[in-house]
């Protein structure tokens, strides 16, 4: 397994958090992606794009649609 973190924050807002990837093969030719998305400092209630439903939203098309397939 190989595991980074990354320290993830928003310009111009308050707010901090650790998002974490953890790779793991899956048999010869796959591999299996985990994300943990930890806030340290909470980000501002008031801006729909922080919640957690936007979050999830998010990070699934990030993975599903932005990142180069191979």
Do not use: C
Request: proline fraction near 4%; avoid cysteine.
């Amino acid at each position: 397994m190989k595991t980074f973190t990354i320290n993830w924050r928003y310009g111009g807002y308050a707010g901090d958090s650790l998002v974490t990837f953890e790779l793991s093969e899956q048999g010869d030719d796959g591999t299996v992606l985990r994300l943990t998305h930890l806030v340290t400092a909470s980000f501002p209630e008031d801006v729909p794009e922080f919640s957690r439903e936007s979050g999830i939203t998010g990070w699934k098309y990030f993975i599903t649609e932005s990142l180069p397939r191979s």
